[in-house]
């Protein structure tokens, strides 16, 4: 058994302390926003954040978040920076096949968290982890663009 801060709650599930966090979110706690992609922390899609900092939750064993808290793209719209890429993913029509997005908007919300005036520079190095196979990457970056102006004047 093992007990982790996620969302802002305690919550206990009944994995080994080196199961992958991404699979103790899906088939433990049931938190299936967060997706299974590569296996190996290579294509952005398990991205959650580990005491605010973005992580691959599919190479993260469990035991690495006791202590910290996990946030998931379930609680992500509760922060400011999470709030703004979220409204900002809405009005730039962002998600082809969506299946990439919530690892997307992780990095994002990550990003603005501590940037909120990110250069294009900025952007591809907190976006290079994030694969896309539909291709948005412009959509994207117009997006984070434009939730950097919400968090700046929020």
Same mark, same amino acid.
């Given at each position: 058994?093992?007990s &982790?801060?996620?969302?802002g709650?305690? &919550?206990?599930? =009944?994995?080994a302390? =080196?199961?992958p966090?991404l699979w ?8 299936t ?7 190996i ?9 580990l ?10 064993? $469990? ?10 793209i379930?609680?992500?719209g509760a ?7 979220? $409204?900002a993913?809405?009005?730039n029509d962002?998600?082809?096949?969506g299946? %990439?997005?919530?690892g ?5 919300a990550? &990003?603005l968290a ?5 250069s =294009?520079?900025?952007?591809?190095a907190?976006?290079?982890?994030n694969i896309?196979? %539909?291709?948005?990457?412009n959509?994207i970056r117009a997006?984070?663009? =434009?939730?950097a102006?919400?968090v700046?004047?929020?």
């Amino acid at each position: 058994m093992i007990s &982790l801060s996620i969302n802002g709650k305690t &919550l206990k599930a =009944d994995a080994a302390p =080196d199961t992958p966090l991404l699979w103790v979110l899906r088939d433990s706690l049931h938190l299936t926003g967060t997706k299974f992609g590569c296996g190996i922390a290579q294509c952005g899609a398990c991205t959650v954040h580990l005491d605010g900092e973005p992580v691959r939750s599919c190479v993260t064993p $469990a035991s690495a978040a006791r202590g910290k808290k996990v946030t998931t793209i379930e609680a992500i719209g509760a922060t400011r920076a999470g709030k703004a890429v979220q $409204a900002a993913w809405i009005k730039n029509d962002v998600p082809q096949c969506g299946y %990439c997005q919530s690892g997307q908007i992780m990095s994002a919300a990550a &990003l603005l968290a501590k940037n909120r005036a990110p250069s =294009d520079a900025d952007i591809d190095a907190a976006m290079s982890g994030n694969i896309c196979r %539909c291709g948005t990457y412009n959509q994207i970056r117009a997006a984070i663009k =434009d939730a950097a102006a919400g968090v700046k004047g929020a």
